[in-house]
């Protein structure tokens, strides 16, 4: 079956907002076997969307809009579609109910023109919206089907989910296209891309790299009319890639590093503690994102000047002797996180953010430490010097580094 | 003049990534008077994008394509143009010698399918691509401009500044779209919604009211033929809203929370120190995303447990009295990072981040403190129970606080 996406609002058009609800659609769309052919986004114009509508249902069966389902003037998308299917609007008595008790519920008498949220045609069916007032509505009309959410992302997901997505699956029965996400790490996008090149040419599975601050990944998407036979297809080109790159590979599709890292903690019963020089916090920030990140994570000490790292325990005569950026103050900061924290491992990272170099150190200059009873880790490393790009980078970078740690920790 | 993007790549349409080219054009095009009035995003199939082409060229007189002009056979971009126009692609001896040099810098044999990014017809000329292999193409062909950039954002974004958007400037003289935003903390988006609803009918300016985590926006956008009268109906309205919202409004288009915060530490030579524990880190990192922050921020301290939070200086008798999510402790995390960091003001946090409750208070419990010499100021809120939403609420409560503590300060 053929898609097409439509997004209407004119904050689009002046690039105020992203569009996550095309992308999240467009990445529900696969599982289904539906082929998404294209993505339009629109203004809040009545004309310009009945054109874009009319040219959807031209070339394709299923066409879904996300906005424009909202009480005022601007919200143009049940007038376009009732013009495209040459039909009257008139007031559900039902819907004018259920939007009425919906307004008394928060105390409120409901505004005269939110009445237009109980508009409804013959050809439409609402959809039931529970975390607002805007009811989708499903359209079939000479044979396409027309899907129209609301453009708030929560609306949207949540009326996708429990509405839409279960009763298309119960209509479709058609091909299957899954993915697979292989992430790596300690590999440059091009070198990656060299590695693996004898698989970029086929055509199913395909194989495309991207370039993510936490990894270089590899997408295998694979389409079949049987879900069994895409994943063995999937399965045989990965089970390559292991052989090319296995050392450099992390994780899996929604994998995170700070989520791995967390579990590996856990299941060896081993606390971890921090200090931050040029991460500021975000490296404690990052592993704290993982739920029950209490149970291994210590504390986290953010110390930017010297003065800060020698209060926490770095040795000052190292401070003076090497300064702040240095291979050995990171080993220092990362031991005395350890000890002054009260953890078994502890991770140090120091370095130059930016936008100013720091004792003649050029911007992007970053120092890791991992210590641990008997254990050390290092890395020193060059990023591109952009501030936001360093920090998250570093981070990665130190998740990597205790990745491999604890890989091999006895 | 009539402008419309579209965005080609498969992995648009399997959602993989988000379309951000698309919208840093649309945030770019109202300032040059250009009028988007659609953004299509298609796979790599020429056929298809043809069709895209030439719909795009029968309605606008500006087409911006992005994406598509790598080495590949999946790039078919320059050959979807060759097609729309009817003429036949040849490779350009220039821009041979440009790629193989390309390549010879970094110590490689041009591959042979690069010669594809070499291919030029008659009515486009190439734009420079600094950061890549693929020059851009600039078409004029029957009144209408093509205009064809790469995909990686960073070769496109170089290519539109520096090749194209002055070249642009230079061609038009219309009507100039300009927009404002004003920041609101505070107050909920249907409170702000209901309190400027007079202006939401106005048509030029148009106000819009938008929710993001830092903030409730207010945007307003005019559209003149002269810039300075645009400006000066943004002006009248907006003074009418200050008027209505002042106490609310923190800041203005790109004014972060953390960057004015830092502007007045550093005007009042106040530092800053924090204690965090549901917020695990966030905070801190967030200060020091802006540059030159290690002038006033001290230094920070991520206390998850009990233990760590009476390590670091709180009481433990009041731990054991309140538990670690109360007012209190707040309070006296705020002023134990204040003494032991050695600060003028010291923020602390502490809350419930979930996904599970703590101590019997529920997901989304959050307890601010400021502390300083003879002030202080406090905060207790309840957010959504999501806890990467919980976690940066309660970073912008924050350092709203903070903002409204230095401006009353003597």
Chains 1, 2 share one sequence.
Request: proline share 5%; hydrophobic share 40%; glycine share 8%.
């Amino acid at each position: 079956m053929k898609a097409e996406i439509i997004s209407i609002g004119t904050e689009l058009l002046l690039g105020q907002i992203t569009d996550t609800n095309a992308q999240h659609l467009a990445s529900e769309l696969p599982a289904l076997g539906i082929d998404l052919h294209r993505i339009t986004q629109v203004g809040d114009n009545c004309n310009r969307l009945v054109d874009a509508l009319k040219q959807a249902c031209e070339r394709s069966e299923l066409v879904i809009t996300t906005g424009g389902l909202g009480p005022t003037d601007d919200d143009v998308t049940r007038e376009a579609i009732a013009n495209l299917v040459g039909e009257e609007m008139r007031v559900d008595a039902e819907i004018e109910q259920w939007l009425r008790s919906m307004f008394q519920k928060i105390g409120y008498e409901m505004p005269e023109r939110n009445i237009r949220q109980a508009y409804l045609i013959p050809s439409a069916r609402a959809i039931p919206n529970q975390r607002g007032t805007a009811p989708g509505w499903w359209v079939e009309h000479e044979g396409k089907t027309i899907l129209a959410m609301p453009g708030p992302p929560g609306e949207m997901q949540q009326m996708w989910e429990i509405e839409i997505r279960p009763e298309l699956k119960r209509k479709l029965s058609g091909e299957v296209i899954i993915s697979r996400t292989i992430k790596t790490l300690g590999l440059t996008e091009a070198k990656v891309d060299e590695m693996v090149s004898p698989f970029l040419s086929s055509t199913n599975p395909t194989l495309a790299v991207y370039a993510k601050l936490d990894s270089i990944q590899l997408r295998l998407t694979a389409k079949d009319r049987e879900r069994s036979k895409a994943e063995m297809m999937i399965a045989e080109v990965e089970k390559e890639l292991h052989k090319i790159l296995g050392f450099a590979i992390w994780g899996y599709d929604e994998d995170t590093l700070e989520g791995l890292v967390g579990t590996m903690l856990g299941e060896r019963s081993l606390s971890l503690a921090t200090m931050e020089s040029c991460t500021g916090g975000l490296l404690a920030s990052t592993i704290t994102d993982v739920p029950g990140s209490s149970d291994y994570f210590k504390g986290g000490l953010v110390a930017y000047s010297a003065e800060m790292k020698a209060a926490f325990g770095v040795d000052a005569t190292l401070l003076s002797q090497k300064g702040t950026v240095a291979p050995e103050v990171a080993a220092a900061m990362a031991k005395a996180a350890r000890l002054r924290l009260g953890a078994d491992i502890g991770i140090g990272v120091t370095g130059v953010a930016g936008p100013d170099e720091v004792e003649g150190k050029p911007v992007g200059t970053v120092h890791i430490a991992i210590d641990a009873e008997g254990k050390r880790s290092a890395l020193s490393t060059q990023y591109p010097p952009r501030r936001p790009e360093v920090k998250r980078r570093a981070v990665y970078s130190a998740l990597f580094k205790l990745r491999q740690l604890l890989l091999d920790w006895e």
